[in-house]
């Protein structure tokens, strides 16, 4: 069944060399909410007909960082993850301006981190304190762009990056915030701040496996459970089998059969939430 069964659409958007040479992101930079850094991201504009001021989404990579575990020293536009490329891609063809930010190349750690190196990672990287910064850095810079609705922006992140959009959206800053949030297998934990819960301030998809090999879903459920009940909007989607990166678009990921059917209900239930909160952008032809 698998074997004639059609790759998910994130991983059919999985580039070709020859393909990915011509639709490389722009590197732009910009400064970080803390006020200090500068960071680097990678910008996918829309693809065919769109909107002339299109709605935007700022990705949030993992523990691993924006760049592929082959980059062998180059970080750069060329080297990023192929979850980080798909992704990017898929929003620039629905129409979205997307932006990729590499929060940890800036801070000396572009190559990102194994498992189980949590305890030992920099405080620089803090996901609950320091990487939400970021994320606001992020929101202001694409909203000095004329090509940006800045009432239409939302937050994707991936693992520690989900971590850190969980606690980009505890409580809304001292000016408009993102418009809704996606969140893939994150930690759960956030450094002991919500043990109890919180009341996210838009609206948060969450997307586990409950096979996932890194995080737990047990307390990501209980997280999003006792959220929920404090009038959070927030909700969480397990599948049943699927493991951590489960939308990675290579074939490892991709031949476990949970984690592909994970993949594409989680990719149509994402470009759907932010549609309908973003009142449906033009998709492009």
């Known amino acids: 069944m698998l074997a004639v069964r059609a790759l998910p659409l994130l991983a059919a958007l999985a580039f070709t060399p020859a393909a990915h040479a011509q639709s490389l992101p722009a590197r732009v930079t910009f400064t970080s909410a803390d006020g200090k850094t500068t960071l680097v991201g990678y910008l996918y504009l829309p693809q065919g ?20 575990s082959k980059a062998n020293g ?17 929003w620039a063809g629905h129409g979205y301006v997307a932006l990729l930010v590499d ?8 190559q990102g981190f194994p498992r189980h190196s949590y305890d030992s990672r920099p405080e620089a990287l803090n996901e609950v304190t320091v990487r939400p910064l970021d994320a606001y850095g992020a929101l202001a810079f ?25 606690a980009a959206m505890a409580a809304a800053p001292n ?29 948060t998809r969450v997307f586990m496996g409950t096979a996932d090999e890194e995080v737990s879903p047990k307390r990501c459920k209980t997280l999003v459970d006792a959220s929920s009940a404090q009038g959070g909007d927030i909700t969480i989607r397990l599948y049943p089998g699927a493991t951590h990166s489960f939308d ?38």
Not at 49 to 68: C, D, E, L, Q, T
Not at 81 to 86: F, T
Not at 144 to 160: E, P, T, Y
């Open 49 to 68: 007909k769109h909107a002339a001021r299109a709605p935007a989404v700022v990705m949030m990579h993992g523990r691993a960082g924006a760049y592929s």
């Open 74 to 90: 180059i970080y750069d536009a060329t080297t990023l993850s192929q979850r980080h490329q798909a992704w990017g891609e898929l």
């Open 103 to 110: 929060g940890f190349g800036p801070r000396g750690y572009a």
């Open 142 to 166: 694409l909203r000095a762009r004329s090509d940006v609705d800045g009432a239409r922006i939302g937050l994707q992140g991936w693992s520690n990056g989900g971590s850190a959009t969980l």
């Open 175 to 203: 000016h408009d915030g993102f418009k809704a949030a996606l969140v893939f297998y994150p930690a759960c934990g956030l450094k002991g701040q919500f043990e109890t819960g919180y009341k996210p301030y838009a609206r």
């Open 248 to 285: 990675d678009p290579g074939r490892k990921r991709q031949t476990v059969e949970a984690n592909a059917e994970a993949t594409d209900d989680a990719v149509a239930r994402a470009v759907k939430f932010f549609a309908t909160q973003f009142a449906a952008p033009t998709r492009a032809q």
